[in-house]
T-cell receptor, first 112, second 116 residues
Framework: EAQVTQNPRYLITVTGKKLTVTCSQN?????MSWYRQDPGLGLRQIYY???????DKGDVPEGYKVSRKEKRNFPLILESPSPNQTSLYFC???????????FGSGTRLTVV | AQSVTQPDIHITVSEGASLELRCNYS??????LFWYVQSPGQGLQLLLK??????LVQGIKGFEAEFKRSQSSFNLRKPSVHWSDAAEYFC??????????????FGTGTQLKVEL
């Protein structure tokens, strides 16, 4: 089944403890992106990647890192999480020609 | 920079009634437009998209949307709503960035409640 898989689905962590949210797609998509969803703000782009080793900042990149060492994987790294990063995170991917993203099921992160 | 406005935060309709969700966008060039639906606890599912051509676009689950350039709108419609349509709906505009990247900008969403 063609899909974007995120792990974990739920995560509670403490301020300052480094964490990684994994994202993997099995559709051979070139483009991948991370969004965060907050009530009343919709979805905002954190980082995106056009291909392996090509990444760029979205609208709200502060406090996040990404890497794209393989085409299928696009992990989101929070080096020192803070409570304002408590949110619902989505990974998405698409082909170079199709502008409609396929989304993962989301990761609900709580930082205490 | 592009932006999307969904003026209705909540909408309640009766099952079987017609539905229209409003979306207005701001973008300097011809936009790529999308509607996504998010059921509780789920990710976003693409309902339909507009790139070019026919301004009336058909999507999944009986939804359609009409692109009106003069009004900068891309409203979502369904002639008869089912209880299972209760969800949050997001309109989005896609833009091509300098350097070849792309960006999908979302509206803040409309929560649809369906009364039986």
């Amino acid at each position: 089944e063609a899909q974007v898989t995120q792990n974990p689905r739920y995560l509670i962590t403490v301020t300052g403890k480094k964490l990684t949210v994994t994202c993997s797609q099995n559709m051979n998509h070139e483009y991948m992106s991370w969004y965060r969803q907050d009530p009343g703000l919709g979805l905002r782009q954190i980082y995106y990647s056009m291909n392996v080793e090509v990444t760029d900042k979205g609208d709200v990149p502060e406090g996040y890192k990404v890497s794209r060492k393989e085409k299928r994987n696009f992990p989101l790294i929070l080096e020192s999480p803070s409570p304002n990063q408590t949110s619902l995170y989505f990974c998405a991917s698409r082909t170079a020609l199709n502008y409609g993203y396929t989304f993962g099921s989301g990761t609900r992160l709580t930082v205490v | 920079a592009q932006s999307v406005t969904q003026p209705d935060i909540h909408i309640t309709v009766s099952e079987g009634a017609s539905l229209e969700l409003r979306c207005n966008y701001s973008y300097g060039a011809t936009p790529y437009l999308f509607w996504y639906v998010q059921s509780p606890g789920q990710g976003l599912q693409l309902l339909l998209k507009y790139f070019s051509g026919d301004t009336l676009v058909q999507g999944i689950k009986g939804f359609e949307a009409e692109f009106k350039r003069s009004q900068s709108s891309f409203n979502l419609r369904k002639p008869s709503v089912h209880w299972s349509d209760a969800a949050e709906y997001f309109c989005a505009v896609g833009a091509i960035l300098t350097g070849g990247g792309n960006k999908l900008t979302f509206g803040t969403g409309t929560q649809l409640k369906v009364e039986l």
